[in-house]
């Protein structure tokens, strides 16, 4: 088994600027190891595909360069069908995306390409927790797949797709103020029940429904200010029906963390939550949106080895 790091890249994450800084990136681990092994992704799951197929072939630490999306890819790569390919298999991640929600809660954003370069090198491991979720696609066939970050239904779900279709060439805040400011234009609210290990925890309209293993998301935002990787806890933010100007108001108090005491926006903890509507309610996660509710979020506890 290797221990010497194999990457998976994905040169199209942050409008393509993963692609330009990774010569220097490249240069910086060579640097410290010698020639490297990697791969580039070529589209939608090949992370998955890349990830799997270096595990198979006996590398054992696996390092993701990109954005959430292309992290959560590496993170399925992990899985054939229910079962780790290697058990022992250590994931690292070098954020280099749009959102870089996930390297808040790791507390390395805004840190250089040599600062991360030597985190990943140099840094230590820790078995966090991570989620796994069944949902619908557009035909109704189930499907399922882990979370690192978050998911999240109702609102946040059409902020994501109007930002994965969009150049984002602004960069990560801009992008993602612009998609919810353009999503605000059609506003909707989802009537769903939430049902939190086994007991209703809400029946109604919702602006959205957000499950988090981390703390932020939607591009710095802070949705579970109380969320710990290694916890074993998922945490719910349930947001009531809000008007437009009412979700302006408070997106002050989402980026500080200092929401939880509004009385329109709910907040518990759980290890199962079920998202059930009447009605087509799409689902994000990890930033990517994946299909629709009814949904079944579910906590792996101390699950993958990550360096930190």
């Given at each position: 088994m290797s221990q010497v790091p194999y990457f998976i890249v994905n040169p199209h994450s942050a409008n393509g600027?993963?692609?330009?800084?990774?010569?220097?990136?490249?240069?910086?681990?060579?640097?410290?190891?010698?020639?490297?092994?990697?791969?580039?992704?070529?589209?939608?799951?090949?992370?998955t595909f890349l990830t799997g197929k270096a595990l198979y072939d006996g590398h054992e630490r696996i390092i993701a360069i990109g954005g959430d999306g292309t992290l959560n890819e590496v993170v399925n790569g992990f899985y054939a069908e229910d079962k780790k390919i290697s058990p022992n298999a250590i994931l690292g991640y070098l954020p280099s995306g749009t959102g870089e929600d996930?390297?808040?809660?790791?507390?390395?954003?805004?840190?250089?390409?040599?600062?991360?370069?030597?985190?990943?090198?140099?840094?230590?491991?820790?078995?966090?927790?991570?989620?796994?979720?069944?949902?619908?696609?557009?035909?109704?066939?189930?499907?399922?797949r882990r979370f690192i970050n978050e998911a999240s239904v109702g609102f946040t779900s059409i902020v994501a797709k109007k930002v994965n279709e969009s150049s984002k060439f602004l960069g990560s805040y801009p992008s993602y103020v612009l998609g919810i400011l353009r999503s605000l234009m059609k506003l909707e609210h989802s009537r769903v029940k939430v049902v939190v290990d086994g007991r209703e925890y809400f029946n109604g309209d919702t602006f959205m429904v957000n499950v988090s293993n981390g703390k932020y998301f939607g591009g710095s935002l802070k949705i579970a200010p109380q969320a710990e990787i290694d916890d074993g806890w998922l945490e719910i933010v349930v947001v009531e029906r809000m008007g437009r100007l009412e979700i302006i108001g408070n997106m002050a108090n989402v980026y500080k963390g200092t929401h939880l005491d509004n009385p329109k926006i709910r907040h518990t903890r759980g290890k199962e939550i079920v998202?059930?509507?009447?009605?087509?309610?799409?689902?994000?996660?990890?930033?990517?949106?994946?299909?629709?509710?009814?949904?079944k979020f579910r906590l792996l506890e101390k699950e993958l080895n990550f360096i930190l």
């Amino acid at each position: 088994m290797s221990q010497v790091p194999y990457f998976i890249v994905n040169p199209h994450s942050a409008n393509g600027k993963t692609g330009k800084l990774w010569p220097e990136i490249k240069q910086l681990f060579e640097a410290k190891l010698g020639k490297i092994d990697f791969a580039l992704t070529k589209g939608t799951a090949h992370a998955t595909f890349l990830t799997g197929k270096a595990l198979y072939d006996g590398h054992e630490r696996i390092i993701a360069i990109g954005g959430d999306g292309t992290l959560n890819e590496v993170v399925n790569g992990f899985y054939a069908e229910d079962k780790k390919i290697s058990p022992n298999a250590i994931l690292g991640y070098l954020p280099s995306g749009t959102g870089e929600d996930f390297s808040q809660t790791l507390g390395i954003k805004g840190l250089s390409l040599a600062e991360r370069v030597n985190r990943l090198l140099d840094g230590g491991r820790k078995t966090v927790d991570i989620g796994v979720a069944t949902y619908r696609r557009e035909d109704g066939s189930l499907i399922t797949r882990r979370f690192i970050n978050e998911a999240s239904v109702g609102f946040t779900s059409i902020v994501a797709k109007k930002v994965n279709e969009s150049s984002k060439f602004l960069g990560s805040y801009p992008s993602y103020v612009l998609g919810i400011l353009r999503s605000l234009m059609k506003l909707e609210h989802s009537r769903v029940k939430v049902v939190v290990d086994g007991r209703e925890y809400f029946n109604g309209d919702t602006f959205m429904v957000n499950v988090s293993n981390g703390k932020y998301f939607g591009g710095s935002l802070k949705i579970a200010p109380q969320a710990e990787i290694d916890d074993g806890w998922l945490e719910i933010v349930v947001v009531e029906r809000m008007g437009r100007l009412e979700i302006i108001g408070n997106m002050a108090n989402v980026y500080k963390g200092t929401h939880l005491d509004n009385p329109k926006i709910r907040h518990t903890r759980g290890k199962e939550i079920v998202i059930t509507s009447s009605e087509n309610v799409y689902v994000e996660m990890d930033g990517e949106p994946v299909g629709l509710v009814g949904a079944k979020f579910r906590l792996l506890e101390k699950e993958l080895n990550f360096i930190l």
